[in-house]
């Protein structure tokens, strides 16, 4: 037994130390922390501390005598390599949910534990509802069983936040307060629970260090239809001059003041998104006498619809990001060339420090995706879980990355050759690029919705008898989350698309054991000329990303006349911005990858 199982085994000791301590049957432990964001700080890894995980989502529950940990199909290999088999069973989180798999072993009136901290309303409600039906308890925890147990704990490393210059944001943060505070009153509510850190984010016109790659402060608000703020996040983490940046009437309070908060609220009504606030926030608002309403968050989209001042920066983003793309696929192609062909891990580092190159440069915008061949075909894949591999010859390498920058956040990926492709990757690759340019052709009427549009993507690779198991876009704020709702492009029902959104355009293919494929550029939901009959308005996409997608993949008798004028009029648009940024090798380079292709007859 290594010394991970070991340290596993110890702490599950604890963890059913903690049950027989308190009368319960089983705990759940989810990878979400008390901000149910994205990324988690490393002291709230509560998953990893219980099973050894470190992948971005998943959940362990704990028997007396046996455990299981549950992750999507993006995790089933790492959580084999992570995850010592001698203590958890692997299950899949969608095809066996822990709730199902939990009401099928404990019997009746028997008691689950679990941090309603960590878990968003929504997902409380349904589970509580569905053990209740099976004659269970969930039973929400004063304490988390990690937390006390945690030898070791890594401290929080709280920095101060930074007060987000109005000639990025292109409102105050006043004007912002004004905004959703008449939303409040016209959907006549008294105040809203703000949870979402990027939402607070955006409506203080604030960002901070709090976690990896998401520029935010960890906390929540509550705003009242007055415009008054209540923000609980830590007060050492506020500057000096926060109240006059906001406008005033906006209070900071520590977390741990928050019950007293609410206590004040009652007898008013109260606007709570279940899918982002967290459910003890919510039961004790409710606890408080507050009448709690469910409805979206107020501020989401506000936030989602940039203004002109937004638009104008996160063009400027992607220019600046397109210089480094630039330069590490000329870097990519030199290497190549000469026979070096490193490994994943190196490539990714290198990309960033083209990047870096920017003073602008604030962070990458998630974990770079740096996959070559047969790790290409898992679309999640992190270089980062594991040892990077070689990049192989006479295969393709995907990169899939982005950045965060104070005017704009970026998303690209490429799928590139390494030394000679096969025809049947080109066929692939063909199919999935002639998916991305429907898409970004299409034109739809006002109230369309992101599922509606996403056969444009897939159609070809349908024809084919082909698909891809994600979704086509989602959403991207500005300098905040780089996976930004409510807007979206997939199967799943989503709101219609608004102009000012952004969204990503990223159909794919992943042939299991063997490689991968993705075309992805941000696009911006703008408005076109409509025809003179035209019972709507008409809104299209225009690409924010400008770098050349790679013509030794394409198999030119797929392409149309029409896909082929697209690649040609897109790489010219290309070659026309950057140019005047580059020079040298590297602008023959670009002259080179984006010349004119011949027209197909």
């Known amino acids: 037994m290594n010394s991970l199982s070991t340290d596993i085994g110890a702490r599950l000791d604890a963890l059913r130390a903690y049950l027989v301590q308190h009368q319960l049957d089983a705990l759940i432990i989810p990878r979400a ?3 149910l964001g994205e990324y988690v700080p490393e002291h709230n890894e509560r998953l990893r501390w219980a099973t050894g995980f470190a992948g971005s989502a998943g959940m362990a529950v704990i028997l007396p005598d046996t ?18 088999p001698e203590h958890f069973e692997y299950l899949h989180l969608i095809e066996q949910p822990p709730i199902d798999w939990l009401a099928g072993r404990l019997a009746m009136g028997q008691r689950i534990g679990a941090d309603a901290r960590t ?21 929400a925890l004063e304490t988390n069983p990690v937390d006390s147990n945690w030898d070791n704990r890594p401290l929080p490393t709280p920095t101060v936040a930074s007060l987000h210059p109005e000639r990025y944001t292109g409102r105050s943060a006043a004007a912002k307060r004004a905004d959703i505070a008449e939303s409040l009153t016209s959907r006549g509510v008294d105040a809203a629970l703000v949870f979402a850190a990027d939402s607070v984010a955006w409506l203080l016109n604030i960002r901070g260090q709090d976690v990896p790659h998401l520029p935010v402060v960890l906390g929540f608000a509550v705003i009242h239809a007055d415009q008054r703020v209540a923000l609980f ?4 983490k506020i500057p000096a001059d926060f109240a006059e940046h906001c406008g005033g009437r906006v209070t900071v309070q520590a977390e741990h003041e928050a019950d007293a908060y609410f206590a004040t609220l009652a007898d008013l009504t109260v606007l709570v998104d279940p899918d982002t606030s967290n ?8 606890q408080a006498g507050a009448r709690c309403i469910d409805g979206s968050d107020p501020c989401l989209l506000p936030k989602a619809c940039k203004n002109a001042v937004e638009i104008a920066g996160i063009r400027d983003a992607h220019i600046r990001d397109a210089v480094a793309e630039v330069r590490f696929l000329h870097w990519l192609d030199t290497e190549v060339a000469a026979g070096r062909l490193h490994n994943e891990g190196i490539l990714s580092d290198q990309l960033e420090q083209f990047r870096a190159m920017s003073p602008l440069f604030c962070d990458t915008s998630f974990d770079t995706i740096s996959a070559s061949g047969p790790n290409a075909a898992m679309a999640h894949y992190r270089h980062s879980d594991t040892d990077p591999a070689p990049v192989l010859a006479d295969t393709v390498y995907l990169f899939d990355s982005g950045a965060q920058y ?6 690209i990926t490429r799928t590139v050759a390494i030394g000679t492709p096969t025809a049947e990757q080109q066929r692939m690759f063909t199919l999935v690029l002639k998916g991305h340019i429907a898409l970004d052709q299409a034109r739809f009427p006002a109230g369309t919705t992101g599922n509606q549009l996403d056969p444009f993507a897939r159609q070809f690779l349908w024809q084919q008898g082909f698909d891809y198991d994600h979704g086509t876009g989602h959403g991207v704020g500005c300098y905040l989350s780089v996976h930004e709702g409510p807007q979206r492009i997939g199967k799943v029902a989503s709101p219609a698309l608004l102009p000012g959104m952004v969204v990503s355009n990223e159909p794919g293919y992943y042939k299991p054991n063997a490689y991968g494929i993705r075309c992805e550029n941000l696009v911006l939901v703008v408005e076109c000329e409509p025809n003179a009959e035209a019972d709507k308005p008409l809104l299209g996409f225009d690409a924010l990303t400008l770098v050349p997608f790679d013509t030794r993949l394409i198999d030119w008798a797929l392409m149309t006349r029409e896909d082929a004028q697209w690649l040609n009029r897109y790489h010219e648009r290309v070659r026309n911005t950057l140019s005047p940024l580059l020079e040298g090798d590297v602008l023959s380079w670009l002259e080179a990858a984006t010349e004119a292709q011949p027209i197909p007859a």
Do not use: C, H, K, M
Not at 67 to 84: K, L, M, S
Not at 233 to 236: C, K, L, R, V
Not at 279 to 286: D, H, K, N, P, Q
């Open 67 to 84: 455990a299981a940990i549950f992750v999507d199909g993006r995790y089933t290999q790492q959580v084999r390599e992570q995850v010592p």
């Open 33 to 35: 922390d008390e901000y």
């Open 233 to 236: 996040t830590d007060p050492a």
């Open 279 to 286: 459910a003890w926030s919510v039961r004790r608002l409710e």
């Open 406 to 411: 104070p005017d704009g956040t970026t998303d």
């Open 119 to 139: 878990f968003t309303a929504s997902w409380w409600r349904r589970a509580e509802q569905q053990l209740r039906n099976s004659g269970l308890q969930l039973i």
